[in-house]
């Protein structure tokens, strides 16, 4: 009877013991709930910093939770740096200015279902002009140009890292046009197409290039958008032999034209050049172009009409009722094209700056670089020119 009792007893004991394990829902594992965690937010700058790279992309993350706002915007509300949130990081989407204060706001809810807002303030590092490059576009803004037209860009300060702004600055055009950037020096980058331009092209020039490293503690100081178009096909050719300039507008003859060129000794360089300026009156002094008041070839005159330069050198294309007598049969000038006063004036009319200027028939080479020689390289040649891999693209 003893042991009987202590079997009941034992099972008795047991059922308690489930009973009690059971009380409650939560002998299942899947049935335990973990504890929610709160949301935690991280910034790549620590508050209070006050020497922030200009170059900073800044970036929040959100740990435990989602981010539902994120601001950054300068302490004096005056610049607003655009970012977006994608899954649980937010990025900015512009660098930074330089001396500038910055107020970085992020706001989100844990997993716990809390509401979480973090404030980090910083300021980014001074940068002297020198520190800083500036970057000058042609064409300028809303400017119908002519169909050898290429963008260039000058730095005033030198560009070391010509990859890096490279890659981040873009020509798009419509009708899409093949072409590429090619470095002349740390000073200047040319677009050009692989062909001249389509006459009616819309083209925009977008250099996002705003604090971005360029080398050896320099950054770009600030962007530029340029849109210009392309109008109709003006192109000139200079027979410096026959003595002849001959106007081709979109494709067709216009006009031929009596000119002198080049003399002996001061020939006119062959080759493609494109219009740079325009000037309806312009003193031509020899000496810009490296003759001596002293030489026996020295001249200034004062208001020369419709004079339009091609060369960084001195040649134009400008009125010389001065050699009307060797117009069409004799070369006579110091590397310009001179023809009568009447005939500039129309050839002044018809020229816009980016037409282009062809000239044969000389035995003087045009130098690269002495004006916009760009066509004077061919196409394999210029994309040697690109500080990146692929060189060209689809404007």
Request: glycine residues 10%; charged residues 20%.
């Amino acid at each position: 009877m003893r042991s009987v009792g202590r079997l009941v007893m034992a099972l008795s004991v047991a059922v308690l013991v489930l009973s009690g394990c059971t009380d409650g829902g939560v002998s299942n594992p899947v049935d335990v709930i973990a504890a929610k965690d709160p949301l935690s937010i991280s910034t790549s700058v620590e508050s209070g910093d006050s020497d922030v790279p200009v170059d900073t992309l800044v970036t929040v993350d959100g740990f435990d939770g989602d981010l539902s706002e994120v601001s950054l915007v300068s302490q004096d509300g005056k610049a607003t740096v655009p970012g977006e949130i994608h899954g649980v990081r937010w990025t900015a989407q512009q660098l930074l200015e330089p001396a500038t204060s910055y107020v970085l706001t992020a706001a989100g809810t844990g997993d716990d279902g809390k509401k979480v807002s973090s404030v980090t303030r910083f300021t980014t590092k001074a940068l002297t002009l020198d520190e800083q490059t500036y970057p000058a576009v042609a064409p300028l803004q809303d400017e119908t140009v002519g169909v050898g037209m290429p963008v260039i860009v000058s730095f005033d300060v030198p560009v070391r890292d010509r990859a890096a702004f490279e890659k981040r600055m873009k020509v798009t055009a419509e009708p899409a046009t093949v072409g590429g950037w090619y470095w002349l020096s740390n000073h200047t980058a040319h677009w050009r197409p692989r062909q001249y331009w389509k006459p009616g092209t819309k083209v925009s020039v977008d250099l996002a290039l705003n604090s971005v490293h360029a080398g050896e503690g320099v950054y770009g100081q600030q962007d530029q958008h340029v849109d210009f178009t392309v109008g109709r096909s003006v192109v000139h050719v200079v027979d410096t032999k026959r003595h002849r300039l001959t106007v081709k507008i979109n494709g067709k003859n216009r006009r031929v034209i009596p000119v002198s060129t080049g003399d002996a000794k001061h020939r006119s360089r062959n080759g493609v050049k494109v219009v740079m300026e325009k000037h309806r009156s312009i003193d031509m002094d020899a000496a810009t172009t490296g003759v001596d008041s002293d030489d026996p070839g020295y001249y200034n005159l004062k208001g020369v009409k419709w004079a339009m330069r091609v060369t960084n050198s001195g040649e134009f294309l400008h009125a010389a009722p001065w050699s009307a007598a060797s117009q069409g049969n004799a070369n006579v000038s110091h590397g310009c094209v001179g023809m009568s006063t009447k005939d500039a004036a129309w050839v002044f009319a018809q020229t816009k700056r980016g037409d282009v200027v062809n000239y044969i028939g000389s035995p003087r080479r045009l130098e690269p670089g002495n004006g916009w020689t760009d066509w004077n390289r061919s196409w394999d040649e210029w994309l040697e020119g690109s500080a990146l891999a692929a060189g060209a693209d689809a404007a």
